[in-house]
Protein backbone atom coordinates (compact mmCIF):
# COMPACT_ATOMS: atom_id res chain seq x y z
CA UNK A 1 0.00 0.00 0.00
CA UNK A 2 0.86 3.23 -0.85
CA UNK A 3 2.41 5.32 2.33
CA UNK A 4 1.15 8.68 1.25
CA UNK A 5 -1.55 10.47 1.25
CA UNK A 6 -3.06 13.60 -1.57
CA UNK A 7 -5.61 15.37 -2.17
CA UNK A 8 -7.56 14.20 -5.11
CA UNK A 9 -7.50 16.82 -7.49
CA UNK A 10 -6.22 20.94 -7.74
CA UNK A 11 -6.63 23.88 -9.98
CA UNK A 12 -4.06 25.97 -10.65
CA UNK A 13 -3.92 28.89 -13.16
CA UNK A 14 -1.76 29.21 -15.71
CA UNK A 15 1.60 31.09 -14.93
CA UNK A 16 0.76 30.97 -11.76
CA UNK A 17 2.92 28.89 -8.66
CA UNK A 18 1.20 24.91 -8.48
CA UNK A 19 1.85 23.95 -4.84
CA UNK A 20 0.66 20.19 -4.26
CA UNK A 21 1.18 19.03 -0.94
CA UNK A 22 1.80 15.45 0.31
CA UNK A 23 1.58 13.62 3.58
CA UNK A 24 3.71 10.71 4.48
CA UNK A 25 3.62 10.86 8.31
CA UNK A 26 5.02 7.10 9.08
CA UNK A 27 8.15 7.71 6.75
CA UNK A 28 11.36 6.21 8.05
CA UNK A 29 14.92 7.26 8.23
CA UNK A 30 16.19 5.90 4.99
CA UNK A 31 13.43 6.55 2.78
CA UNK A 32 12.79 9.38 0.21
CA UNK A 33 10.43 11.22 -1.01
CA UNK A 34 9.97 10.76 -5.20
CA UNK A 35 7.51 12.82 -7.71
CA UNK A 36 6.69 11.40 -11.02
CA UNK A 37 3.70 12.89 -12.79
CA UNK A 38 1.89 10.95 -15.52
CA UNK A 39 0.33 13.11 -18.87
CA UNK A 40 -2.82 11.85 -19.84
CA UNK A 41 -1.99 8.11 -19.80
CA UNK A 42 1.63 8.64 -21.20
CA UNK A 43 4.28 6.53 -19.34
CA UNK A 44 4.96 8.09 -15.58
CA UNK A 45 7.65 11.10 -15.59
CA UNK A 46 10.14 11.49 -12.80
CA UNK A 47 10.41 15.07 -11.74
CA UNK A 48 12.35 15.09 -8.38
CA UNK A 49 13.17 13.26 -5.79
CA UNK A 50 15.16 14.21 -1.89
CA UNK A 51 15.83 12.58 1.53
CA UNK A 52 15.77 15.95 4.23
CA UNK A 53 17.09 18.79 2.07
CA UNK A 54 14.95 21.05 -0.30
CA UNK A 55 15.12 20.51 -3.99
CA UNK A 56 15.22 22.04 -7.28
CA UNK A 57 15.91 21.15 -10.27
CA UNK A 58 15.02 22.18 -14.17
CA UNK A 59 11.55 21.35 -12.94
CA UNK A 60 10.65 21.74 -9.91
CA UNK A 61 11.14 22.56 -6.48
CA UNK A 62 10.61 20.17 -3.43
CA UNK A 63 9.94 21.31 -0.05
CA UNK A 64 10.27 18.91 2.84
CA UNK A 65 8.87 19.58 6.41
CA UNK A 66 11.83 19.57 9.21
CA UNK A 67 10.18 16.36 10.76
CA UNK A 68 9.93 14.78 7.00
CA UNK A 69 5.93 13.71 7.37
CA UNK A 70 5.04 15.78 4.80
CA UNK A 71 6.35 17.56 1.66
CA UNK A 72 5.17 20.21 -0.88
CA UNK A 73 6.21 19.80 -4.44
CA UNK A 74 6.27 23.15 -6.29
CA UNK A 75 5.57 23.87 -10.06
CA UNK A 76 6.91 27.74 -9.81
CA UNK A 77 5.05 28.89 -13.69
CA UNK A 78 2.38 26.47 -14.51
CA UNK A 79 1.78 25.65 -17.96
CA UNK A 80 -1.12 23.85 -19.42
CA UNK A 81 1.11 20.87 -20.34
CA UNK A 82 1.64 21.00 -16.30
CA UNK A 83 -1.70 19.16 -16.66
CA UNK A 84 -1.26 15.94 -15.00
CA UNK A 85 -1.54 13.28 -12.50
CA UNK A 86 0.87 14.01 -9.68
CA UNK A 87 2.18 10.87 -7.64
CA UNK A 88 3.88 11.68 -4.75
CA UNK A 89 6.19 8.00 -3.40
CA UNK A 90 8.22 7.25 -0.48
CA UNK A 91 10.45 4.83 -1.44
CA UNK A 92 13.18 2.98 0.94
CA UNK A 93 17.23 3.50 0.06
CA UNK A 94 17.22 -0.10 -0.36
CA UNK A 95 15.04 -0.92 -2.94
CA UNK A 96 13.61 -0.49 -5.90
CA UNK A 97 9.77 -0.43 -5.50
CA UNK A 98 8.17 2.43 -6.11
CA UNK A 99 4.34 2.20 -4.73
CA UNK A 100 2.08 4.52 -6.70
CA UNK A 101 -0.87 5.73 -4.82
CA UNK A 102 -4.29 8.01 -5.97
CA UNK A 103 -2.06 11.04 -6.61
CA UNK A 104 -3.29 14.32 -7.15
CA UNK A 105 -4.75 15.44 -10.48
CA UNK A 106 -3.73 19.14 -11.30
CA UNK A 107 -5.36 20.94 -13.83
CA UNK A 108 -3.75 23.77 -15.10
CA UNK A 109 -6.37 26.49 -16.59
CA UNK A 110 -5.73 29.44 -19.00
CA UNK B 1 15.92 8.82 -29.42
CA UNK B 2 13.43 6.98 -27.13
CA UNK B 3 15.00 6.34 -24.26
CA UNK B 4 12.59 3.20 -23.06
CA UNK B 5 10.44 1.80 -26.36
CA UNK B 6 7.62 -0.82 -26.50
CA UNK B 7 5.74 -2.53 -28.76
CA UNK B 8 3.13 -2.92 -29.64
CA UNK B 9 1.86 -0.05 -28.82
CA UNK B 10 -1.93 -0.85 -29.23
CA UNK B 11 -3.04 -4.92 -28.67
CA UNK B 12 -6.40 -6.45 -29.67
CA UNK B 13 -6.65 -9.65 -28.83
CA UNK B 14 -9.24 -12.64 -27.61
CA UNK B 15 -9.53 -14.30 -24.83
CA UNK B 16 -7.39 -17.58 -24.81
CA UNK B 17 -5.34 -16.20 -26.34
CA UNK B 18 -1.42 -15.95 -25.72
CA UNK B 19 0.42 -12.70 -26.38
CA UNK B 20 3.80 -10.80 -25.92
CA UNK B 21 4.45 -7.41 -25.19
CA UNK B 22 8.37 -6.27 -26.14
CA UNK B 23 10.49 -3.77 -24.00
CA UNK B 24 13.91 -2.38 -25.12
CA UNK B 25 15.75 0.38 -23.29
CA UNK B 26 18.79 2.50 -24.98
CA UNK B 27 20.06 4.11 -21.26
CA UNK B 28 22.59 1.20 -20.62
CA UNK B 29 20.66 0.57 -17.58
CA UNK B 30 20.64 -2.95 -15.68
CA UNK B 31 17.68 -3.24 -14.28
CA UNK B 32 14.64 -2.94 -16.03
CA UNK B 33 10.54 -3.41 -15.08
CA UNK B 34 6.91 -4.01 -16.04
CA UNK B 35 4.05 -1.86 -14.36
CA UNK B 36 0.23 -2.67 -14.76
CA UNK B 37 -2.18 0.53 -14.72
CA UNK B 38 -5.75 -1.22 -14.51
CA UNK B 39 -8.96 0.62 -15.27
CA UNK B 40 -9.25 2.57 -12.25
CA UNK B 41 -5.30 3.77 -12.99
CA UNK B 42 -3.71 1.99 -10.45
CA UNK B 43 -0.26 1.63 -11.51
CA UNK B 44 1.63 -1.56 -9.85
CA UNK B 45 4.92 -3.02 -10.32
CA UNK B 46 4.55 -6.69 -11.23
CA UNK B 47 8.17 -7.59 -12.15
CA UNK B 48 11.74 -6.13 -11.83
CA UNK B 49 15.00 -7.83 -13.53
CA UNK B 50 18.75 -6.54 -12.99
CA UNK B 51 21.20 -8.11 -15.11
CA UNK B 52 18.82 -10.70 -16.43
CA UNK B 53 18.14 -11.86 -13.09
CA UNK B 54 14.62 -11.75 -11.38
CA UNK B 55 14.18 -8.80 -8.42
CA UNK B 56 11.04 -8.09 -7.48
CA UNK B 57 7.93 -10.76 -8.46
CA UNK B 58 4.72 -9.37 -7.33
CA UNK B 59 1.66 -11.63 -6.69
CA UNK B 60 1.01 -11.92 -10.29
CA UNK B 61 -0.69 -15.00 -12.22
CA UNK B 62 2.24 -17.39 -13.63
CA UNK B 63 0.65 -16.97 -16.59
CA UNK B 64 2.54 -13.64 -16.73
CA UNK B 65 6.65 -14.47 -17.20
CA UNK B 66 9.07 -12.17 -17.98
CA UNK B 67 11.76 -13.14 -20.22
CA UNK B 68 15.34 -11.07 -20.50
CA UNK B 69 17.54 -11.96 -22.93
CA UNK B 70 19.77 -9.30 -22.24
CA UNK B 71 20.31 -6.04 -19.87
CA UNK B 72 18.65 -4.06 -22.77
CA UNK B 73 15.90 -6.25 -22.87
CA UNK B 74 12.88 -7.53 -20.64
CA UNK B 75 9.77 -9.19 -22.56
CA UNK B 76 6.41 -9.72 -21.21
CA UNK B 77 4.64 -12.76 -22.61
CA UNK B 78 0.99 -13.48 -21.60
CA UNK B 79 -0.55 -17.13 -22.03
CA UNK B 80 -4.86 -17.79 -21.24
CA UNK B 81 -5.50 -14.03 -21.87
CA UNK B 82 -8.55 -13.29 -19.54
CA UNK B 83 -10.96 -10.60 -19.87
CA UNK B 84 -9.16 -8.46 -16.60
CA UNK B 85 -5.96 -8.60 -18.17
CA UNK B 86 -6.90 -5.82 -20.27
CA UNK B 87 -4.93 -2.34 -18.69
CA UNK B 88 -1.95 -0.45 -19.77
CA UNK B 89 1.48 -1.99 -19.35
CA UNK B 90 4.37 0.03 -18.75
CA UNK B 91 7.96 -0.96 -19.07
CA UNK B 92 10.62 1.02 -17.21
CA UNK B 93 14.34 0.63 -16.65
CA UNK B 94 16.73 2.44 -13.62
CA UNK B 95 20.24 1.93 -12.94
CA UNK B 96 21.72 0.44 -9.66
CA UNK B 97 24.43 2.40 -7.76
CA UNK B 98 25.38 -0.46 -5.26
CA UNK B 99 25.11 -0.48 -1.85
CA UNK B 100 21.32 -1.30 -2.23
CA UNK B 101 21.10 2.05 -4.01
CA UNK B 102 18.85 2.32 -7.41
CA UNK B 103 18.33 5.66 -9.31
CA UNK B 104 15.53 7.26 -10.81
CA UNK B 105 13.33 4.87 -13.03
CA UNK B 106 11.96 5.82 -16.82
CA UNK B 107 9.16 4.72 -18.22
CA UNK B 108 8.21 3.25 -21.61
CA UNK B 109 4.69 4.78 -23.69
CA UNK B 110 3.21 1.78 -22.92
CA UNK B 111 1.05 -0.96 -24.51
CA UNK B 112 -2.81 -0.64 -24.03
CA UNK B 113 -3.78 -4.58 -23.99
CA UNK B 114 -7.84 -5.54 -24.88
CA UNK B 115 -9.15 -8.37 -24.43
CA UNK B 116 -12.18 -9.25 -25.74
Known amino acids: DAKTTQPPSMDCAEGRAANLPCNHS???????VYWYRQIHSQGPQYIIH???NNETNEMASLIITEDRKSSTLILPHATLRDTAVYYC???????????FGTGTRLQVFP | DTAVSQTPKYLVTQMGNDKSIKCEQNLGHDTMYWYKQDSKKFLKIMFSYNNKELIINETVPNRFSPKSPDKAHLNLHINSLELGDSAVYFCASSHYTGGGDQETQYFGPGTRLLVL
Open chain 1, 89 to 99: IVRAYNTDKLI
Open chain 1, 50 to 52: GLK
Open chain 1, 26 to 32: TISGNEY
